[in-house]
């Protein structure tokens, strides 16, 4: 892992700490990247699955345990001063502005992405969390 460095989208992290929680103290948070949206989608997600999928039953613990972990990653901001660049990428591989932001970013500052969406799996050469796992934490532990 230590010759790599990762972008996460919220679909990614969220996985990555809910589904995947047994490999979160395996990840070096050093060379973990996310944009500044994640947060509003990672809260957004939690939120959801308290209301409305049931799946957590203390919003408040859960609420903490993902924090402790954001709090460790890096984040890129200010990414609206590459705008031109950005709606060029949505436009040229057929993705949603959001996800262009993810592929810019990546290729801009030389990351891995990671994410859950089948759009930027295929569009935008990112790697689910699953194949994080096995190419990245599994053989170098």
Do not use: H, P
Not at 34 to 50: Q, S, V
Not at 95 to 114: M, P, R, W
């Amino acid at each position: 892992m230590k010759d790599n460095n990762f972008l996460f989208d919220a679909s990614a992290l969220y996985k990555l700490l809910t589904v995947y929680r047994d490999y979160t103290d395996k990840i070096d948070y050093n060379y973990i990247y996310i944009l500044d949206l994640t947060f509003y989608e990672i809260g957004n997600a939690i939120w959801k699955d308290y209301y409305v999928f049931k799946r957590i039953t203390n919003f408040t613990e859960t609420s903490e345990v993902i924090y402790e972990i954001l709090k460790e990653l890096n984040v890129i901001d200010n990414l609206f001063l590459s705008f031109i660049k950005i709606i060029k990428i949505a436009i040229e591989k057929n993705l949603t502005y959001y996800d262009a932001s993810y592929v810019y970013a990546s290729k801009n500052f030389g990351l891995i992405l990671v994410s859950e969406d089948q759009d930027l799996i295929e569009k935008g050469n990112a790697i689910s969390v699953k194949e994080f796992i096995e190419k990245y934490l599994k053989n170098n532990n």
